[in-house]
């Protein structure tokens, strides 16, 4: 379901640079989390042979519920063979599939393109590659016609999967959706799907492949990787355990832990030098704090109001802030929470004048306003 993408697509960011402690973390806890397959690097990659190695003796394999290893080589015959040679479960094979692909990086034409993929693959075979995966390279800004002959071919040689990748991220949901359904409907195999994020809607784009049929999606910790990256893990991984029981077509039974991932997003933040936005989905300190005045009002009354799901299930913690956008419900609770007793308790006013002076709802306003922020509890104490 998930190929996990960070140390191949995430590792290729621009000025990213994974020390292998980092990986052997990184992995630790993708596999604890129930990621189907790592994508350990590429072909070629400083260090890639130790990591496998260290990877095939460390982490569970297979058989005991463990993800796929898998590594990318490029289509050529001899790179295929010394992929076979570091002994992964999958091996990812990247095709161009665009005409502009094929004939500028490759100078192919279609049928010797066609030629090349049936060569590589019986290479692939006859090394005792166990699954073959073809990524059809710019699918989609490819004729469809020639992308799925590639694919046929593809599957007649060999592929045990077909993975169409929206390699500058110019897919938009509904034509994801009718990219993955036609090949979805015209192969045997299993679709996968790798999405970028140019535009910012790889993650969209990715859960839609899901919801249309697609077996696999690629994903990588914050999304990293070339230019704005491929959709979030965190944030599929998300989708498919809190919210994919709404959607019928999606499958159920899913058991990823996302409290995990929230670590392994800490863990790659610091990595990549990337900073954690406070506000980023899933994984952002911010996703479930609230400070106006009509959002707190219905979290006191229920969570669900304006929570899609409760903070404990991504391993988060809710936060209300008292400021300049709140109103009286939420200055009583916190008032409660800190003295132990709700203002009408106390006595204290939350509206009219007090003395002349303005009110309690009043004063905490402005002095947060002044501040620019939630006050803390010492400062709202201060105002009474």
Request: proline content about 5%; charged content about 20%.
């Amino acid at each position: 379901m998930l190929i996990d993408s960070t140390l191949r697509e995430g590792a290729q960011a621009f000025g990213v640079y994974f020390t292998q402690a980092t990986k052997r973390r990184m992995a630790k806890i993708l596999a604890a989390s129930g990621v189907d397959e790592i994508e350990c690097g590429w072909l070629g990659q400083d260090g890639l042979a130790e990591f496998i190695g260290w990877a095939r003796a460390t982490l569970p394999g297979l058989a005991q519920g463990g993800p796929a290893l898998s590594v990318w080589c490029p289509c050529r015959e001899d790179d295929v063979r010394a992929a076979a040679s570091l002994g992964v479960d999958r091996l990812n094979i990247g095709a161009p599939s665009s005409a502009a692909h094929r004939q500028k990086r490759l100078g192919l034409s279609l049928d010797e393109m066609s030629e090349r993929l049936r060569v590589v693959l019986s290479a692939a075979r006859a090394a005792l590659v166990p699954y073959i995966s073809v990524g059809l390279e710019d699918a989609s800004r490819a004729s469809l016609p020639e992308a799925l002959a590639l694919a046929r071919t593809a599957v007649s040689a060999g592929a045990a999967r077909i993975r169409l990748s929206d390699t500058v991220g110019v897919l938009t949901p509904l034509s994801t959706a009718r990219l993955v359904e036609t090949f979805v409907r015209e192969l045997p195999v299993p679709v996968a799907f790798h999405g970028h994020n140019d535009l910012g809607m790889a993650t969209a784009n990715a859960v839609t492949a899901l919801e249309c049929g697609a077996s696999f999606v690629d994903v990588s910790v914050l999304g990293l990787g070339e230019r704005a990256g491929i959709a979030a893990l965190e944030e599929v991984a998300a989708w498919l355990v809190l919210r994919c029981s709404l959607v019928t077509q999606a499958p159920a039974g899913l058991a990823y832990d996302v409290p995990a991932l929230r670590e392994l997003c800490r863990v790659a933040a610091k990595a990549a030098h990337v900073p954690l936005a406070r506000n980023k989905a899933v994984a952002g300190e911010d996703v479930f704090a609230a400070e106006s005045g009509i959002h707190v009002h219905g979290l006191l009354r229920d969570p669900a109001l304006f929570e899609p799901f409760a903070p404990e299930t991504v391993g988060a913690t809710r936060r209300l802030g008292v400021g300049a956008k709140s109103g009286g419900a939420a200055i009583n609770a916190a008032m409660g929470a800190v003295l132990g007793a709700p203002l009408s308790r106390l006595r204290l006013p939350s509206r009219g004048e007090c003395g002349g002076e303005p009110n309690l709802l009043g004063r905490v306003r402005e002095l947060a306003a002044r501040l620019g922020r939630p006050l803390t509890d010492k400062e709202l104490l201060g105002v009474l």
